[in-house]
Nanobody, 115 residues
Framework: EVQVVESGGGLVQPGGSLRLSCAAS????????MTWVRQAPGAGLASISS???????WYEDSVKGRFTITRDNSKNMVYLELNSLKTEDTAMYYC?????????RGRGTQVTVSS
């Protein structure tokens, strides 16, 4: 059974940083691209960053230069480093299988950016 568990969210001031983690199991992790998806209040799901099995990343324009996606295939983990956070980054963040997908599998972790 495919399982992903996101963690690391929280309340942070504008300009602050967070590191999100996604623990994956139940599938051959090293063979799959992984994506971080977010859903802001009142909005739909949006993929914001993906990482291929060979670690090549993709970023949506609004997060490019501020967020960094990495993966550890030995631990079945995906990470998202969030820097220079803005209030508009407030959202539930999810981990998903695939490249630039909007099909989250876990319960998500809440990121709230507020002063």
């Amino acid at each position: 059974e495919v399982q992903v568990v996101e963690s690391g969210g929280g309340l942070v001031q504008p300009g602050g940083s967070l590191r999100l983690s996604c623990a994956a199991s139940g599938f051959p992790f090293s063979h799959y691209s992984m994506t971080w998806v977010r859903q802001a209040p009142g909005a739909g799901l949006a993929s914001i960053s993906s990482i291929a099995p060979n670690h090549i990343p993709w970023y949506e324009d609004s997060v490019k230069g501020r967020f960094t996606i990495t993966r550890d295939n030995s631990k079945n983990m995906v990470y998202l480093e969030l820097n220079s956070l803005k209030t508009e980054d407030t959202a539930m963040y999810y981990c998903a299988l695939g490249y630039r997908t909007t099909d989250p599998r876990g319960r998500g972790t809440q990121v709230t950016v507020s002063s």
